[in-house]
């Protein structure tokens, strides 16, 4: 026969004092390790969903990023010749594109130098605008080749000073007008400034070397076929790989973040799960003469045991559900992180997903279980007389 549910949580009512603080020791445990899985979410959102599956990113071998990769002007046009390239208006849809940094500061401290940070810059071709699908104009308008125009990204938009519409941001050889913000879905890109391709290679005296050439293939077959091609060529000394797996690689800069956040969770919650067992060691000497009673009323040493696992485990649900409210208000917000591999910041927003969630009341939950369950053998090991005299 179990105990009724009820016993369980008339007595977590009583000791509300001691629950409480339990509670919420599992609660900022819990708030840790969400806070983490959100930062990652949000940074796998911002980079894995950067490109098509069909688009290629051609760089020079070895390199492994746009900002170290020099792809001469001739191999451009050699690339441009390949089959399999898709077309548009009779035009083959690719972009030589160069890409540098330029250092802002936060929105918020405009005259603190100690702010400032690295910016990618990108210089692209007319057509690179269409080799992004989810590419729009949210304020302004789009810069005008020939000039020193740029378009902001909105994420450096919402972060970066000099970004506004009218503002100018030194670049190369001269002051750069900022003339409208773009968004692009969730990518990489809104962490990005755009420019002309053409004038800023002029203005960093690069003599028509850029970093790269990304280019949509007719289909994801094509893609991996002109990957092949441009490996093999030995005339060209470049590499190619898909858009995505090229962002995707770059989530190595979360690694250390999460590593660390992980395993400040996992001491916490061995710290948790002590509380809980201190907890429930509390109300196994506080109720000897009610577990005593109980096994006089019939129950037995396995429903005692149950009952005091369940109710330390409502007490970590508790501590977890209220970590999950205390790290809701991080949906959606807007942050960066430096990126090893471009020397640059991407932006990203903080993602609480219901995997995320049910994830981290999983983690109470084990919390729960293993603070409960030593406690909970003591009760139910004790002989009928011993716990009527309160030994």
Sequence with gaps: MAIPLAYNLRNLRVRLTT???TALGIALTVAVLLGVMALVNGLRGALEVTGRPDQVI???????????????????????????????????????EIVSVVSLRLRDEPDN??????????????????????????EG?????????????????????????????????DEWEVVGVFEDGRSAYNSEIWCDGNLATLDLGRNGTRSSVLLRATDEAAAQAIIRRVQQDQRLLLEGQ???EYYAKQMSSAGPVQALGVFVAMIMAVGSCFAAMNTMYTAV????????????????????LLSFVLESLFL???????????????????????????????TFSFQITPESVAMGLGFAAVMGVVGGLLPARLAAGRSILASLRGG
Aim: glycine share 12%; aromatic share 4%; charged share 25%.
């Design 316 to 346: 970590s649900l508790t501590g977890g559900l209220l970590g999950c409210l205390l790290v809701l208000p991080l949906n959606g917000l807007q942050s960066r992180i430096g990126n090893q591999l471009t020397f640059s910041e991407t």
């Design 58 to 96: 051609v760089m020079r071998q070895g390199s492994t990023a746009e900002l170290v990769s020099a792809v001469q002007a001739e191999k451009f046009r050699d690339i441009a010749l390949l089959d399999g390239i898709a077309q548009r208006d009779g035009q083959p849809m690719l972009s030589h």
């Design 285 to 304: 000497a506080r109720r000897s003469r009610e577990v005593g009673t109980l096994r006089l009323l019939g129950f037995s040493r396995a429903s005692i």
């Design 19 to 21: 629950t409480l603080m």
């Design 141 to 173: 308008r789009w810069f005008e080749p020939g000039k020193r125009e740029v378009v902001v990204g909105q994420g450096v938009h919402a972060i970066r000073a000099n970004s506004d519409i009218g503002d100018k941001i030194t670049f190369g050889r």
């Design 242 to 244: 898909l858009e995505r």
């Design 113 to 138: 130098p100690e702010t400032e940070g690295n910016v990618n810059i990108r210089g692209v071709s007319p057509m690179g605008r269409y080799l992004r699908d989810d590419l729009k104009l949210t």
